[in-house]
């Protein structure tokens, strides 16, 4: 099983990442996926959900409005769409997959919102 996330950086404020992560070993499809983020010194926390077949999302809400979670199973790979970004955004960003009592984590890109 591999989570592989790619797309962090450095970026301004007010500006936009698209966070990707790529699955595999794993039926894809009949996974939630989320995204998690962890701060320097802070607890790790939900940032988005998605359900298996993306009929259902839902956010953390320091996130609402500006982060935007999809999924594509043909090409087992979940998106985390990230605008309006703010220093307070900067984070280890994770990606997870969960199935009742399976699951899994990536090894988490880096996302520095910074002038």
């Known amino acids: 099983v591999q989570l592989v996330e790619s797309g962090g950086g450095l970026v301004q404020p007010g500006g936009s990442l698209r966070l990707s992560c790529a699955a595999s070993?794993?039926?894809?499809?009949?996974?939630?996926m989320s995204w998690y983020r962890q701060a320097p010194g802070k607890e790790r926390e939900l940032v988005a959900r998605?359900?298996?077949?993306?009929?259902?999302?839902n956010y953390g809400d320091s996130v609402k409005g500006r982060f935007t979670i999809s999924r594509d199973n043909a090409k087992n790979t979940v998106y985390l769409q990230m605008n309006s970004l703010k220093p307070e955004d900067t984070g280890v960003y994770y990606c997870?997959?969960?199935?009742?009592?399976?699951?899994?984590w990536g090894q988490g890109t880096q996302v520095t919102v910074s002038s």
């Open positions: 997870y997959a969960r199935r009742w009592a399976y699951d899994y």
């Open positions: 998605i359900t298996g077949a993306g009929g259902s999302t």
């Open positions: 070993g794993f039926t894809f499809s009949s996974y939630a």
